[in-house]
C-alpha cells in the first residue's frame, strides 16, 4: 500500500524533482497540508507531479492543453 506522501517524501525516483520543489518552496516541501492546500505552494506541487510522469494520462493532457510546465521552470 503507497501512501500520497511516498512518492513526494521517500521514493529514491524521484530525487531529483523533490530536490527542484525543496529548492522552490523551502521547509514547505516537507508539509503535506502545504503542498495541498497552499496556494503559493501548489503550483510547485503540481509541477513536481508532473515531473515524475506518475500520471502519463493527466501528463498527456496537460500537455495536449499546453500547459505542462517546462522543466526547471515554476
Avoid: M, N
Avoid at 529548492?23 to 516537507?30: E, M, N, R, S
Avoid at 497540508?33 to 513536481?48: E, G, M, N, R, W
Amino acid at each position: 500500500v503507497q501512501t500520497c506522501a511516498l512518492p513526494i517524501f521517500e521514493c529514491e525516483l524521484y530525487e531529483e524533482q523533490r530536490g527542484r520543489l525543496v529548492h522552490a518552496v523551502g521547509p514547505d516541501a516537507y508539509d503535506l497540508s502545504s503542498l495541498l492546500s497552499d496556494l503559493k505552494v501548489l503550483p510547485h506541487t503540481l509541477a513536481f507531479v508532473v515531473s515524475t510522469r506518475r500520471f502519463p494520462r493527466y501528463h498527456q493532457e496537460l500537455k495536449a492543453r499546453g500547459k505542462v510546465l517546462q522543466k526547471g521552470k515554476s
